[in-house]
C-alpha cells in the first residue's frame, strides 16, 4: 500500500502563489508516476499535471500551462505542485495520486490522497 497525505492548501487572492506537497509513504517503490488532480463544486474531477517517479518527465492540463509546476523532493518523498498566477476558476479540492503509468487519467492511479482545498478569491 503507498499513502499520500497532501498539504499547503488554502485562500489566497486572485494572482497569488500557492504551494502544494504530497508526501508519499508506504510502498513506495511501486510507484511510477504521480498527478495532481482537481474538482471544483459541481463539476468532475480533471487533470492538472503529472510527473514521472524519477522526475524525468511532467505534463500539464492547458489549463495550468505556464503557471504550475509540478516537481519532485527526492529526499522527503514529496511531489509539489507549484501554483503562481491563480485564478477564480482555480478554486477546487486538489488531490494528490500514484499510479504504475504516467498518465493524465484518474483511471490510471491506484492510491489517491484526501485532498487540500485551494479558493482563490478577492
Known amino acids: 500500500q503507498v499513502r499520500l497525505v497532501e498539504s499547503g492548501g488554502g485562500w489566497v487572492q486572485p494572482g497569488g502563489s500557492l504551494r502544494l506537497s504530497c508526501a508519499a509513504s508506504?510502498?513506495?517503490?511501486?510507484?511510477?508516476?504521480m498527478g495532481w488532480f482537481r474538482q471544483a463544486p459541481g463539476k468532475e474531477r480533471e487533470f492538472v499535471a503529472a510527473?514521472?517517479?524519477?522526475?524525468?518527465?511532467?505534463s500539464y492540463s492547458d489549463s495550468v500551462k505556464g503557471r504550475f509546476t509540478i516537481s519532485r523532493d527526492y529526499a522527503k518523498n514529496t511531489v509539489l505542485l507549484q501554483m503562481n498566477s491563480l485564478k477564480p476558476g482555480d478554486t477546487a479540492v486538489y488531490s494528490c495520486?500514484?499510479?504504475?503509468?504516467?498518465?493524465?487519467?484518474?483511471?490510471?492511479?491506484?492510491?489517491w490522497g484526501g485532498g487540500t482545498l485551494v479558493t482563490v478569491s478577492s
Open positions: 508506504g510502498r513506495t517503490f511501486t510507484i511510477y508516476a
Open positions: 495520486a500514484a499510479g504504475r503509468r504516467f498518465s493524465d487519467s484518474a483511471l490510471d492511479m491506484n492510491y
Open positions: 510527473i514521472r517517479w524519477n522526475g524525468a518527465n511532467t
